[in-house]
DNA sequence: ATTTTTATCGGAAACGTTTCCGATAGTTGT
DNA sequence: ACAACTATCGGAAACGTTTCCGATAAAAAT
């Protein structure tokens, strides 16, 4: 069973293609029943017009590329989802990969991306470094991209982020006016701007309420880290009274080494999280997280990228900085 | 700033559009220097072969399309990991594409995916019925297809499936071995053969250690669905000794709900699982579940579709039914 | 009644490739 | 030395559309 092409139902009219065609996209120059007709015997012989080539010769797809390194943790899934509604809602469609932290993996996403004419991506970078040039020869082209969650400076585009720095300094404030003092931070993944941003957050808070400045541990997102980093401060014996974790993955990985251990959780050591996970609801005791508006962040790179698809050519990027919320949970209740 | 097309480095070499476009195909029919030089300067203008004509006159793309009801559970995600290991390694790129369990959104989904002129499709049903001819006309149409983890009998392709029967009579059977009796199955979505096969286990169990037969509730898939049947049984004080729910979700939603009501878990009530999430880990206590071998699913449908594709016509369907594993955690440990 | 406009359509080029067919020149065999 | 082959390349059709340009006939204007 062979493709039916635009050819056949031209044939079976008697009307040529450029008719036919015309019945699909023209407004006018085309007379209404013969539209009609042509439409309905199209249906009628199942054919849909080859999008391949008409991307090939309008050079537009109505497709948008996400790339994100992964999805396992609900965070990234969530904003796809609010990209997603904004997306389907103005006709385009929204094709999604995933560049599992890796930068070479990441290069090779966009490039199948931008070869199959995507109108637009939405991108958070894995690293903030190797692709740079290539993203900026991308936007030379005149390529729309919008960054989100991660994303540099260097790189010319819109960007929707997050105020790590405010929301850290809060979380920290928040231990802080619990009562809790000696409170260590265990920062993510190295070079990250949003790493930084959260220490800075961290740091701001002791500077703010005049205390000592708070003890940093390089640890990093996974649970795994977490875990490594409870056992050595066990091992050590430097057990703090509370901790600002930079995710929830590396927060619950601590608090399950610390809980098998015999701390109580939040009586001998409390903790704090970031970017709400969906487990820290659930979690033994549940922990306190500062929640990103993930469904926000996807709906506005999405609406950002409209415009800019919209305003080819004379587009300024813009970067927006979305509110979160601290979510209070029994990990770092009052201390009595 | 244009695309670089063929006839840009034809041009600049003087040679003809065939001799480059040898240079980037052919092994033979072409002198070894002339292919050398021509990629190199291809290379230097950052010419790269444009996909979309090249599919338009090879009707296929290498690209693999994927769509999932959803990512937020983990357990799409990496099945998704094990399809895209496999397929990477073979030179495919792989298009998500999610649902929202939404047949309409599945469908178009999946005509755009075909649209763009995928190699392949890797598809876990929403519907088991309203897309059932649609998909049918596919396969006559001879696209590859492989479902996963829902799938009809009437859709005569491969699929990779689970054996939740058994599954769920074993989870059922490590209850009553514990010594609990008077459990309660919790049901999946309705009318899914996943749902059926899951109580059709539940029963069996019974039946095999000749224990009349367990009460069944019609539940659901979310965490509202446990969460409002806890609250049901509460309030009609039907309090079962022990649960074996469909999937995760709804375990946690009850689990939660018992919990706030002074139920002590599993002192008073035992819970089990289904599909292993992420949470089962974390949730006090620990949750029992059933594991799918998620990894494996991914792998197996690529693998199983990459051989339909190689031997497009002549294909004979198959069903692959993998194994799972029953982690037992602290919801479900031995009555004392 | 003749000219001008309008509505409707067909022809053909174009998008960027691949691939079949044939041309040319050099190489081998007899 | 002549036929037959081989290696290497160019020309052109094809993939399935869109779109520009022009043609035709009917409608409107003069």
């Not at 023209?26 to 999008?51: S, V």
């Amino acid at each position: 069973m062979k493709h039916i092409t635009i050819k056949d139902v031209a044939k079976k009219l008697n009307v040529s293609i450029s008719t036919v065609s015309r019945a699909f996209n023209d407004k006018y120059d085309i007379k209404k029943e013969t539209r009609d007709l042509i439409l309905q015997t199209a249906q009628e012989l199942g054919y849909r017009p080859n999008p391949i080539a008409r991307k090939l010769i309008q050079q537009r797809s109505f497709n948008i590329g996400i790339v994100v390194p992964e999805f396992e943790n609900s965070f990234f899934p969530q904003i796809m989802l609010g990209a997603q509604e904004v997306l389907h809602n103005k006709g385009y469609q929204v094709l999604i990969m995933q560049s599992n932290y890796s930068w070479e993996i990441e290069r090779k996403n966009v490039e199948t991306l931008v070869d199959n004419m995507v109108d637009g991506l939405i991108i958070s970078l894995t690293s903030e470094k190797q692709n740079n040039e290539y993203y900026k020869e991308l936007l030379k082209q005149d390529i729309p991209i919008v960054f989100f969650n991660r994303a540099v400076d260097e790189i010319p585009a819109s960007k929707v982020l997050f105020d790590d720095f405010k929301w850290a300094l809060f979380a920290t404030e928040h231990l802080i006016m619990q009562g809790y003092r000696d409170i260590v931070h265990l920062t993510g993944t190295h070079n990250l701007t949003l790493t930084k941003n959260r220490l800075r957050g961290f740091e701001q808070a002791h500077r703010k309420h005049k205390l000592p400045p708070g003890k940093i541990i390089s640890c990093g997102f996974k649970m795994e880290d977490g875990e490594r980093i409870a056992q050595e401060l066990i091992d050590r014996n430097e057990i703090p009274r509370a901790i600002f974790a930079a995710n929830d993955s590396c927060a619950i990985g601590a608090m399950n080494v610390f809980k098998q251990h015999g701390y109580k959780i939040p009586n001998d050591i409390a903790i704090v999280g970031f970017t709400e996970s969906k487990l820290a609801k659930h979690t033994y005791p549940s922990l306190t997280s500062v929640e990103q508006p993930t469904r926000d962040i996807g709906q506005t790179s999405a609406n950002l990228l409209l415009e800019q698809i919209e305003n080819k050519g004379f587009f300024v990027p813009q970067t927006i900085i979305l509110n979160g919320r601290l979510n209070v949970r029994d990990s770092s209740i009052k201390i009595k």
